[in-house]
């Protein structure tokens, strides 16, 4: 705990509270996190260790975090992230996303496409391997020479082991290199998903909003190839065997128990300076903002055409309403804290301590004036970097694949030393592989109307910012746009899934060969394209090795240990179950329950309640599920435990190592937490194990997989 | 206690707690409340005595409430009864809505031009005068004998008393008569009114809505003649000397304790039937909400005209935003409670409890069914209706006055018997008076718009409800509209003041000689809307009549008192300080605070905080005025004393009869109150006498004010 607090009070914040939870740990620091005295129960060695069975061996990367929950590799997760595969489902033409899916039997258990799943195999500090590049002056040259060696080490395990999955991820900004190993395994399929009416209850107006009553929650489940190797969907395969799988909590949890997550965090920024803050508060998050709600209402337009154009759009347009919600809740929050003022008077005091010892301020004082260089450089062309960005996703399906693809025969044919280090064929099989997704979700009309409001932006840029390969189209105005984008979806081949397939192995002679508009324009933009690549690229790495330095000076000040960065990799982190006091006046309680589902419900969406649910609700038909004190279904609770995007999915463990939730989501008034973590605020929602098992025992019935799980 | 008890267990609420506080009740039934056992540590004849000092002496009615505070007639209220008075001033030229106005003399203080203060002289149960109009058997007949007995007894005690006002007021529907006399005091001048950014801090945003940070208070003083008596404005007249005053708490409240109000609350519908609540719920809410959102908007189209439109127009928009936000709160309430299945359910088991005694049945078993009869016979007529009433305030202040002045005319050359028995001369000299209020809030441009508004929902009328007298105007369609509105406007001599004045004691003849296209159009619409009138009449003479009855049938099945429904009368309610839950998961805690002010700042309107204040909350120099538990300036507080409209600017007692606070506001969430009590969720909104002396004494620097309330 008094390292936590450190930490704290390092990051300038006002500790009011005894415990404080901050942390998204590695597994090979929970040794020092005294957490017998926070009130685990069960041994750390139990949650991690290595070559041992133990907890991190149950949990899956999933994209998000998944958990094993049966020896016969049922996996729970969120709605919201098997949400993809039943939306891929749906549209073969049964509506899974409104009524649910539930297998009644293995072999109706549905394929889950281009879902995979991992499971942690090793995990080892590999840092001294990397010494030796400290002396390389050119940040650029380092980082390529860095990248160079954990490809080299992932290939080297890799080889000739289809199922294993290597990575080296760096930790605080290069000062740590982790090999990572997991076993992957292609064949998930889907075994219980609730109606969106209970899974996605209460909708993007909900979402990271506290109290919630959303039952995001589904059962997928593991296939491997009988002789236990991880592979693609095949009729062969059979439920994966795991090492360890989790139990259900005999006892539900109450305010103040202690829990604590394991899974795979995103990214956080806990580590910035106030130079990042304040070009994200001022400028990335409002224009971002602004960006995803003409998307939204862009897309939104769409909507209407048909059945088919609403399932296609709506996964797009989910993610966009989760990013601005995202980004919005950062400015409310960074504005109501007075976070950059806050920020800066923490470095100005930062700069104070280091100018006291000559040796640190030799070394570290210039870090931070250094850091607001770079960023006034990229700050000059953000306008046109904005626009060419926006190529990659915003700018419609056929654009994004078209550059992509002459991306990669560009990127093939570099010599190797300028060549990407990261770039493997390997890679690019895998994505051939994923295209089809790609165009799953494409829709004409909205896709063309995308690439005209990304011709629009371009047209708008200033004299001197010019995106020159696009002057011919814009200097007719609209009109041009127009002509040209009609033109160019009307002929491009691009919406053929084995011809862009076919274009990831092409050179780039024979894709320039091909009369393809689309194809065309890529070849074209791609002077520019790789003109602000390689700007950026010598920008963040000399960004990257001063954020290094600038943790290395925040080390030197403290005497405790750290937590890296959240980088997609297994955390832990711990916290009780509590409300919190958003605001003057109100004060929140931990716990919802299903007469809060009822409070809410409208009859529209997204407050519909299932009639099912409601002649349980009405019978009080609770079974086993109630919470004695409130004499109620609990359906979600908050707890402190640190954690952000990509924890979605992750086990809630109580204090014995049981399954008491499966986190979802964080709460609004601090979605500031990516930058700095505030324990008065800050709080993980998940839903209570109750309601999963109350959903799917009363709604479901679907009893077999509460006695595959044990109970 | 018991006696409230039966109450909700009659109107089939579900009482949960052990205290209910629900009832405004008449002054001479507190004997009846066992209020010591409550917490009450003073008499009951503290409270009220006939003839006697007591503190109802010291409440002011003055359209809403307010309090007498000091011995030289200092009167607190709420910052909105007193806006109207400082929105008239501003128009002058100084903007006292924006900056607040502070008199540091005397002779500073400042004219309330047509605000008068009323003061209960005396009240006295009259109804043994009434019975014998029982036995006419019309009930329009009965009504008019009644007006004129209500009329007889008020002119005998107002003629040779000037400063007099009595009233007759029936209860229950009529079955009783209380006479109130009143002193009356026309010479009020705002002494303290902070700035809007305090006193309307929130706005309509936050109007209705806990928590809250208002500091809806300002000090008035009455003034009188040099010997004792109440008239105008005078530059003689001397500060009121009031009989009783009312002390200041020397300690403030904390959650749980005992507090009583007494104040004017407006209107309730406590004992209305379901027909009632259908009529409401689905056709006269969801309407004036539709109506009063399109006229906002009207209205806000204005705005950015001038400083000057902006000023006319904003207390209109204040009022409609209000009611509409009211009408919102119960249509959602109801809708949330299942108000009207719970209204019929009752209503089926008073009738099987009726059908068990024959004599009751008798007597009372046709009362419901009938009830139902005449809102169906009402309904008939709606549509036209709607649009007829809306001449009197929505059609634009011209054809308001236009109508207005001719229907007077016509009543007072009526047949004695066929006229309002309530009509009388000195209330047409009353009104001849305060037209000049009327022509100060007229904006021609958005007067304009909603006369031609008016005309075009005429014009949307189906055939057999058209508006005959309308037609030559309707039959050109919007062209003609905008045509006789254009010309209307061009030629009405109505915007002049003293030809409006001269209107009102002109005859029919003179009026309808005058070439004035308003005042011919109202003499054109005179037939209908006279139609339309006593239909009416009828209508609700019938309706009355049977909600009398129906309150008998109620008492017959209760042991227990009944307190009639609010009209304007002086009242007074108990209940303890204490917060809510207004929905799963989410607790409100009585009190805000000055920190919770800071946190809503946005900079913008309504959420801007005075620089001055700021620094005193930057400095912590809060005084005296600081709320031990908190440790902090308390803002607000909930409670669960009943109350409605009109009750703003009540005084809030301690329990031993000192304020602590006044009342401003009811939550948005018990909006449904005024038909039904619940004392789960119904809370009255105070702004506590800390926040009102904090600001009086640091922000304001009126040490004056301070010495003068005896502090």
């Not at 439920?239 to 539900?252: C, D, F, L, M, S």
């Not at 040209?484 to 491009?492: D, I, N, P």
């Not at 931990?590 to 009639?611: H, I, R, Y």
């Not at 605020?681 to 839903?687: G, K, L, N, P, T």
Request: hydrophobic share 40%; aromatic share 10%; glycine share 8%.
């Amino acid at each position: 705990m008094k390292r936590t607090l450190c930490i704290l009070a390092l990051m300038g914040c006002l500790v009011t509270h005894a415990t404080a939870e901050e942390g998204m740990w590695l597994l090979n620091q929970l040794t020092e996190l005294q957490l017998e005295k926070q009130g685990l129960k069960i041994s750390v060695t139990d949650i991690y260790s290595p070559g041992k069975p133990c907890l991190a061996q149950a949990v899956v990367k999933l994209g998000a975090t998944g958990e094993i929950v049966s020896p016969e590799g049922l996996v729970l997760t969120n709605h919201h992230v098997a949400f993809g595969a039943v939306q891929r489902a749906s549209t073969k033409g049964t509506d899974y996303i409104t009524s649910g899916f539930l297998a009644r039997t293995r072999a109706e258990e549905m394929e889950a496409p281009g879902y995979s799943a991992r499971i942690l195999d090793k995990m080892e500090d590999v840092t001294r391997r990397f010494r030796k590049f400290k002396k390389i002056a050119d940040p650029v040259k380092r980082g390529k020479a860095e990248k160079r060696l954990m490809r080299s080490i992932t290939d080297k395990i890799e080889k000739g082991h289809p199922d294993l999955e290597a990575q080296v991820v760096p930790m605080f900004r290069g000062e740590q290199f982790i090999l990572y190993v997991y076993r992957r395994f292609d064949d998930v399929r889907v075994v219980y998903i609730p109606p969106q009416a209970i899974g996605n209850y209460g909708g993007d107006i909900d979402n990271w909003m506290w109290p919630r009553h959303t039952g995001d929650f589904s059962f997928l489940r593991i296939y491997m190839a009988p002789d236990g190797s991880g592979r693609a969907y095949h009729k062969d395969n059979v439920p994966y065997q795991p090492a360890t799988w989790i139990r259900v909590a005999r006892e539900g949890l109450s305010e103040n128990d202690f829990t604590f997550i394991l899974g795979y965090p995103g990214r956080t920024y806990r580590y910035r300076t106030s130079h990042a803050v304040q070009d994200n508060f001022e400028h990335v998050y409002p224009r971002l903002i602004q960006l995803y709600k003409e998307t939204i209402e862009l897309l939104e337009s769409f909507q209407d055409d048909s059945v088919v154009a609403r399932m296609k759009v709506a996964g797009f347009i989910k993610g966009l309403n989760n990013g601005m919600k995202n980004y919005q809740g950062n400015v409310d929050g960074m504005k109501r804290a007075g976070f950059l003022q806050k920020k800066q008077a923490f470095e100005a005091e930062l700069q104070d301590f280091l100018k006291k010892d000559p040796g640190l301020w030799k070394q570290y004082g210039d870090v931070l004036p250094a850091i607001g260089g770079v960023y006034k450089q990229m700050a000059q062309t953000r306008e046109t970097d904005n626009v060419l960005s926006m190529v990659n996703r915003l700018g419609g399906t056929m654009a994004s694949l078209a550059i992509n693809a002459y991306r990669t025969a560009r990127e093939r044919e570099k010599p190797k030393a300028e060549r990407d280090p990261l770039f493997s064929e390997s890679d690019v099989q895998r994505r051939i592989k994923r295209l089809r997704f790609s165009l799953m979700s494409f829709y004409e009309p909205a896709d063309k109307a995308l690439l005209k409001r990304l011709l629009m932006k371009a047209g708008q840029l200033p004299e001197g910012g010019r995106i020159q390969a696009l002057e011919p189209i814009l200097k007719d105005g609209e009109k041009g746009i127009e002509a040209f984008v009609e033109k160019a979806y009307a002929t491009t081949r691009l919406k053929d899934l084995g011809f862009v397939q076919s274009l990831f192995t092409q050179s780039v002679k024979e894709i320039e060969a091909i009369n393809d508009p689309l194809l065309q324009l890529a070849a074209r933009m791609y002077p520019e394209t790789e003109a602000m690549r390689k700007r950026n690229e010598r920008l963040n790495a000399r960004l990257e090795d001063l954020r290094r330095q600038y943790i290395l000076a925040l080390k030197a000040r403290s005497s405790s240990p750290l937590y890296p960065d959240a980088n997609s990799t297994l955390r832990f982190s711990w916290g009780e179950v509590a409300g919190y006091e958003p605001r003057d006046a109100v004060r929140y309680a931990p716990f919802t329950t299903l007469s809060g589902v009822m409070e809410k419900e409208t009859g529209k969406e997204p407050f519909v309640v299932p009639e099912g649910l409601k002649a349980l609700y009405q019978q009080k038909d609770f079974g086993r599920w109630v919470h004695p004190d409130l004499n109620d279904v609990p359906v979600a609770f908050t707890h402190k435990v640190d954690s952000t995007g990509g924890n979605s999915g992750s086990p809630v463990f109580n204090a014995r190592g049981e399954l008491a939730g499966i986190l979802f989501d964080g709460n609004y008034e601090a979605l500031t937490g990516d930058w700095e973590f505030d324990n008065d605020i800050q709080r993980s929602i998940s839903v209570d194990i109750r309601y999963v098992l109350f959903i799917t025992e009363k709604l479901a019935k679907a009893n077999h997989i509460l006695k595959e799980m044990g109970l």
